[in-house]
């Protein structure tokens, strides 16, 4: 068996010039190809004389999984690529001609890598099933050989041509009418208070929806503190449904909202309001704590209710818009997004503020708000961080003392 040598690294990389970097990563890009070569016709060679009689093994995946350290799934691509590049051997011992001959040889010369070898073997596998033998090599000769110096753009190129050629017609045409779209939500509230989504969307629906969360569940960038985003993928998800949601509210023409974010109605006493101790009755289904009222209540419509002793109801008054749409788009001007340090959300994913609230007698004007996400809203509410406004009108933050001893204020530098 003849050794593979390595290309030789020199003894202080960081000198290298660029054209010696880039003959290096070339050196051992084919060197690795030309390894993976070899590997594949070991592993044909142990298809073709049978696993379970060599080793003992139902399948030669499942061998080579537990030779390589791998899961199953990540031998099976290996494997199946092997047996598709290399001729094989039956159970009687005639010879199975390879899937692809002419890419396996382009292989063997560390000309092109898995991920090109992959996209031959698909193309191949969707030529009509009517296909003669000769065609179908007379194809694969032309994608192993384009394969040398093509990239994937250029064999998804040449797989249309192939297609139009063997199978001009096309596929039969559909219904010329389309079916309506099928999308189901269900939504219902468990016993422990959360609630409980449930759908199953078309692929067009689905696509978008998909595109929309993956756009806001992307994680927070590392702060000036050092602190990553340690949300889990559906967490992300979550909160980023939780965005959307505030955006579709917020929208002037929102049925039932008139552009606020509060659609639910909170009924909470005031002192509990003022102390943030105690619970609130949120839409009459449930109940919140009297902290998150809170900070519902910064940016929202607010319709005051007295009750008696017994809850009854004695005066509903008219509704007053907390935060105006001229004072909103001042504070979209001055504060460009959320105001927190390194934060680099938009202002239309962010929430009006109160510093001091109005509930302990702050007023609503722009010196009295800032505009911040959600997710910081919630951290200045529950957490130890402080906001403040500074002596030229322009809000600054207060880390807690344990990322900062001496509590030095913080602006958001990147709005």
């Known amino acids: 068996?003849?050794?593979?040598?390595?290309?030789?690294?020199?003894?202080?990389?960081?000198?290298?010039?660029?054209?010696?970097?880039?003959?290096?990563?070339?050196?051992?890009?084919?060197?690795?190809?030309?390894?993976?070569?070899?590997?594949?016709?070991?592993?044909?060679?142990?298809?073709?004389?049978?696993?379970?009689?060599?080793f003992g093994y139902g399948t030669t995946i499942r061998w080579f999984a537990d030779v390589a350290g791998l899961s199953f799934k990540e031998a099976r691509?290996?494997?199946?690529?092997?047996?598709?590049?290399?001729?094989?051997?039956?159970?009687?011992?005639?010879?199975?001609?390879?899937?692809?001959?002419?890419?396996?040889?382009?292989?063997?010369?560390?000309?092109?890598?898995?991920?090109?070898?992959?996209?031959?073997?698909?193309?191949?596998?969707?030529?009509?099933?009517?296909?003669?033998?000769?065609?179908?090599?007379?194809?694969?000769?032309?994608?192993?050989?384009?394969?040398?110096?093509?990239?994937?753009?250029?064999?998804?190129?040449?797989?249309?041509?192939?297609?139009?050629?063997?199978?001009?017609?096309?596929?039969?045409?559909k219904d010329p009418e389309p079916k309506e779209p099928r999308r189901e939500v269900t939504l219902e509230r468990r016993k422990d208070g959360f609630w409980k989504l449930t759908g199953l969307l078309d692929d067009e629906l689905g696509a978008r929806t998909a595109a929309a969360l993956e756009a806001y569940a992307k994680p927070r960038p590392v702060d000036e503190f050092g602190q990553a985003d340690l949300r889990m993928k559906c967490e992300r998800l979550g909160d980023a449904w939780a965005e959307l949601l505030d955006l579709a509210i917020a929208c002037p023409d929102q049925p039932g909202t008139s552009g606020y974010r509060t659609l639910v109605h909170v009924t909470i006493g005031?002192?509990?309001?003022?102390?943030?101790?105690?619970?609130?009755?949120?839409?009459?289904?449930?109940?919140?704590?009297?902290r998150e009222a809170r900070m519902a209540a910064c940016d929202c419509l607010m319709l005051p209710v007295v009750m008696n002793a017994a809850g009854e109801?004695?005066?509903?008054?008219?509704?007053?818009?907390?935060?105006?749409?001229?004072?909103?788009?001042?504070?979209?001007?001055?504060?460009?997004?959320?105001?927190?340090?390194?934060?680099?959300?938009?202002?239309?994913?962010?929430?009006a503020h109160h510093i001091h609230h109005w509930a302990d007698g702050g007023l609503t004007d722009l010196r009295n708000?800032?505009?911040?996400?959600?997710?910081?809203?919630?951290?200045?509410?529950?957490g130890d961080w402080q906001v403040r406004m500074a002596a030229d009108g322009l809000p600054e933050f207060i880390p807690p003392q344990y990322l900062d001893p001496l509590r030095r204020s913080r602006r958001n530098t990147h709005a």
């Open 369 to 382: 708000l800032v505009l911040l996400c959600s997710f910081h809203h919630r951290l200045i509410h529950h």
């Open 270 to 290: 005031l002192d509990e309001l003022k102390t943030g101790i105690g619970k609130a009755c949120l839409d009459f289904v449930g109940t919140v704590t009297a």
């Open 77 to 173: 691509p290996v494997v199946n690529q092997a047996i598709a590049l290399n001729p094989t051997r039956a159970l009687d011992g005639t010879e199975v001609p390879a899937v692809a001959p002419t890419t396996g040889a382009v292989a063997a010369e560390g000309l092109v890598g898995v991920e090109r070898i992959q996209q031959i073997l698909e193309i191949l596998a969707k030529l009509p099933a009517d296909t003669s033998v000769e065609d179908r090599e007379s194809a694969e000769k032309i994608l192993g050989n384009l394969a040398r110096d093509a990239g994937p753009r250029q064999l998804a190129d040449a797989e249309a041509n192939l297609l139009a050629w063997l199978d001009p017609d096309g596929n039969e045409p």
């Open 313 to 351: 109801p004695l005066d509903v008054g008219r509704l007053r818009r907390f935060v105006t749409p001229g004072q909103r788009r001042a504070l979209n001007i001055r504060d460009r997004g959320c105001a927190f340090p390194g934060c680099h959300r938009r202002p239309k994913n962010c929430h």
């Open 1 to 54: 068996m003849s050794e593979t040598v390595l290309p030789e690294l020199p003894q202080e990389l960081w000198r290298a010039g660029k054209l010696e970097l880039a003959h290096g990563v070339q050196q051992f890009l084919q060197v690795m190809r030309v390894a993976s070569a070899g590997l594949g016709r070991y592993l044909a060679e142990i298809e073709s004389r049978g696993v379970k009689d060599l």
